[in-house]
Antibody
Framework: QVQLQESGPGLVKPSETLSLTCTVS?????????WGWLRQPPGKGLEWIGT???????YYNPSLKSRVTISVDTSKNHFSLRLNSVTAADTAVYYCARVVRSMVYDAFDIWGPGTMVTVSS | DIVMTQSPDSLAVSLGERATINCKSSQSVLYSSNNKNYLAWYQQKPGQPPKLLIYWASIRESGVPDRFSASGSGTDFTLTISSLQAEDVAVYFC?????????FGGGTKVAIE
């Protein structure tokens, strides 16, 4: 079955860049679907960061767009998130997820387990 | 941005009783051309990612027990657990996918009374 797994540093210093990778198994990214990044600050709700298609087309939350880059590497079957100039407000559990249908804006049906990223010096 | 407001923030229900969660959007998420409401519901248990329960406002995802049902249209939506089970203790979120940015409700925590 399709599985997603986030990976990357759990601690990032303020003003630096947060970098995470989501490795997909059980499905080839280049076969289709849109793939997304979301985050959840401790004890709070969910925030959509952005979505990418295997072609590389990206769609970002306007509130984060100036700091976010999402990219895809179909040869490695993974997609990545970079968030620059981080502050304590970026501390959260970061999730990667698959969009449920062939629509850019949709629900998410398969999620990674999440990875906690803390921004602190 | 479409703001999603859930109520209540939390509720406690006896085992076997009904739990009802409300979600209100700041603007309609009903797309008139296909008459579909772009609204999903998720369940999140502690330490786990969200699990998709419902999409198109009322369609259960495969494998979701039929004690979970959802209804509503336009701006007002409801998720109902008809007979609460111990494994249903979780936080429930609604999400609109009508327009960017995708937005979520603040969550409703369901506990056993």
């Amino acid at each position: 079955q399709v599985q997603l797994q986030e990976s990357g540093p759990g601690l990032v210093k303020p003003s630096e860049t947060l970098s995470l990778t989501c490795t997909v198994s059980g499905y080839s990214i280049s076969s289709g679907f849109y793939w997304g990044w979301l985050r959840q600050p401790p004890g709070k709700g969910l925030e959509w960061i952005g979505t990418i298609y295997h072609s590389g087309s990206t769609y970002y939350n306007p509130s984060l767009k100036s700091r976010v880059t999402i990219s895809v590497d179909t040869s490695k079957n993974h997609f990545s998130l970079r968030l620059n100039s981080v502050t304590a407000a970026d501390t959260a559990v970061y999730y990667c997820a698959r969009v449920v249908r062939s629509m850019v804006y949709d629900a998410f049906d398969i999620w990674g387990p999440g990875t906690m990223v803390t921004v602190s010096s | 941005d479409i703001v999603m407001t859930q109520s209540p923030d939390s509720l406690a229900v006896s085992l076997g009783e009904r739990a009802t969660i409300n979600c209100k959007s700041s603007q309609s998420v009903l797309y008139s051309s296909n008459n579909k409401n772009y609204l999903a519901w998720y369940q999140q248990k502690p330490g786990q990612p969200p699990k998709l329960l419902i999409y198109w406002a009322s369609i259960r995802e495969s494998g979701v027990p039929d004690r979970f049902s959802a209804s509503g249209s336009g701006t007002d939506f409801t998720l109902t657990i008809s007979s609460l089970q111990a494994e249903d203790v979780a936080v429930y979120f609604c999400q609109q996918y009508y327009s960017s940015p995708l937005t979520f409700g603040g969550g409703t925590k369901v506990a056993i009374e």
